[in-house]
């Protein structure tokens, strides 16, 4: 890494923890060297990471007790069971109502369906209903239109006079 693209601003505070580590490549640790030897600002922010480093390094590890793995186990296993019984108790209420529920469904599939061929098979195709919708004010009277049937052989009765 360039420490051109690692400064903030002027200074080189981001990688003063991984110089501290030893985690830089040579040449960027030089580098950083450098810059610490000539900013007292960065030089400063050092000390107080390496004050704190000497700090935590002069506190004694804890060390867990004895039964702390076996308790730790127990406890996540109880977790792990109290979350798998509701899942299952979850799993047990919906099962009970599995084949309800695939009734229902299935019987609103069969409504749904239902209405729809209803739909897509009612009148809306027939090229004669808009016609007679647009000129119902010609069937005003309704004893005509009640017995149109009649009217079918209109042409044969007419056609009778003659004789």
């Known amino acids: 890494m360039d420490i051109k693209k690692q400064k903030t601003g002027d200074h080189v505070r981001d990688l003063i923890s991984a110089f501290m580590d030893g ?7 030089a580098a950083v060297r450098r810059h610490l030897d000539e900013c007292p600002a960065c030089r400063k922010e050092y000390e107080a990471l ?35 019984r509701g899942l299952m108790g979850l799993m047990g209420i919906l099962g009970s109502w599995r084949p309800v529920l695939a ?31 647009e000129n119902m004010t010609f069937y005003g009277d309704y004893e005509i239109v009640q017995n149109l049937e009649l009217f079918e052989n209109w042409e044969e009765i007419a056609s009778l006079d003659g004789i």
């Open 103 to 133: 009734a229902a469904s299935a019987l609103v599939i069969v409504v749904a369906g239902s209405v729809f061929l209803y739909h897509s098979g009612s009148d809306n195709n027939d090229p004669v209903m808009p016609g007679i919708a």
């Open 50 to 84: 390496t004050s704190v480093d000497h700090l935590l390094r002069g506190v004694p590890a804890v060390s867990p007790s004895a039964d702390f793995s076996r308790n730790f186990w127990k406890k996540v296993n109880a977790v792990e069971t109290r979350r798998s």
């Open 23 to 29: 985690e830089l490549p040579v040449r960027q640790a």
